[in-house]
Nanobody
Framework: QVQLVESGGGLVQPGGSLRLSCAAS????????IGWFRQAPGKEREGVSC????????YYADSVKGRFTISRDNAKNTVYLQMNSLKPEDTAVYYC???????????????WGQGTQVTVSS
């Protein structure tokens, strides 16, 4: 099973930016589709973005389109989620996950990180 570690979360003011990282130490991430998901208090986990393993195609939830960007750095074996123009409703624990196909459905991802907290507040 792929072991994933997220980092980069924190407290940011509305309108600010954060970059989340998803790294793996023992597996090559570019063999997998990588998804970012988030779970806010009292809500179900939702898909935010994902990137395909073969052609690098990217997908975004409507709520983050134009504000978030997912990317890979294969040399660093890391996937990033650049989050700009953050809103209070983006507050959640953010998870990265590895799977075989690029979707926003969590059932398609079998390996998950522990999550990193993102709080958007003034």
């Amino acid at each position: 099973q792929v072991q994933l570690v997220e980092s980069g979360g924190g407290l940011v003011q509305p309108g600010g930016s954060l970059r989340l990282s998803c790294a793996a130490s023992e597996f090559t991430l570019d063999y997998y589709a990588i998804g970012w998901f988030r779970q806010a208090p009292g809500k179900e986990r939702e898909g935010v973005s994902c990137i395909d393993s073969s052609d690098g195609s990217t997908y975004y939830a409507d709520s983050v389109k134009g504000r978030f960007t997912i990317s890979r750095d294969n040399a660093k074996n890391t996937v990033y989620l650049q989050m700009n123009s953050l809103k209070p409703e983006d507050t959640a624990v953010y998870y990265c996950a590895a799977g075989l196909i690029a979707t926003l459905g969590e059932a398609d991802f079998g390996s998950w990180g522990q999550g990193t907290q993102v709080t958007v507040s003034s």
